[in-house]
């Protein structure tokens, strides 16, 4: 029986759903060696967040390996150390009260757009409907720091995707599922832009805040 925190939220069964979305982005081909990262506010618990630990892959890690930590990034619970990013994820929990999961990710066709610089546009309908804009570049730098998760908020705004410039992407959402639901929809627009891009320096793009949208087709 796993630890309780709050009358409807079981630790044990939550860790268990963060090692199985981590396990779908290697299967999704949206991470590898011990790239990316997860983590999910504990609901009902002021200051308490689950994340990933540091230097695991995926499909070594158990779920019992998944740290409890503060908004400090001090370790609450487990034998591990957390993400070397985890300071990133407490910066967007502290600026984005309605965030409640975070993943970050390396995949291919976003790296490809956070290389050129450009942000991933409004290709694709799916992927406006998660991340509520065109996902923007944050410049590259080093990304264990506090520091760079204040930078990277002021970049990501009010949407819910940024690419990290030569790095990755991060999502956020209400929940893990939505926010792992933004991950694939921006990679799946990053490649349509990739292949678009190809053929036409001015391809079709929607805007978000012209659609009239307020849930996913």
Request: charged fraction near 20%; glycine fraction near 8%; include cysteine.
């Amino acid at each position: 029986m796993g630890t309780t925190l709050g009358p409807s939220f079981d630790l044990a069964v939550t860790k268990r759903e963060i090692l199985d979305y981590c396990l779908r982005s290697m299967e999704y081909g949206l991470n590898f060696n011990t790239q990316g990262n997860i983590s999910l506010r504990v609901p009902g618990v002021e200051d308490r967040f689950l994340i990933t630990p540091t230097d695991l892959e995926y499909d070594r890690m158990r779920a019992e390996d998944i740290v409890l930590v503060n908004g400090d990034s001090e370790v609450i619970e487990g034998e591990l150390q957390p993400s070397s990013e985890v300071t990133v994820h407490m910066a967007v929990y502290r600026r984005r009260a309605d965030v409640n999961a975070i993943v970050h990710t390396e995949p291919v066709y976003s790296n490809v757009w956070g290389v050129v610089g450009e942000p991933i546009r409004g290709t694709l309908v799916n992927m406006l409907n998660y991340s509520k804009g065109d996902v923007p570049i944050m410049p590259f730098a080093i990304s264990n720091s506090t520091e760079f998760g204040e930078r990277m908020c002021d970049v990501l705004g009010g949407v819910n995707a940024v690419v990290w410039a030569n790095h990755g992407l991060l999502t956020v959402g209400d929940n893990l599922r939505d926010a792992f639901k933004t991950s694939v929809a921006v990679e799946s627009a990053a490649k349509v832009q990739t292949f678009a891009r190809a053929i036409t320096d001015s391809p079709i793009v929607l805007e978000w805040d012209k659609l009239g949208l307020d849930h996913a087709l």
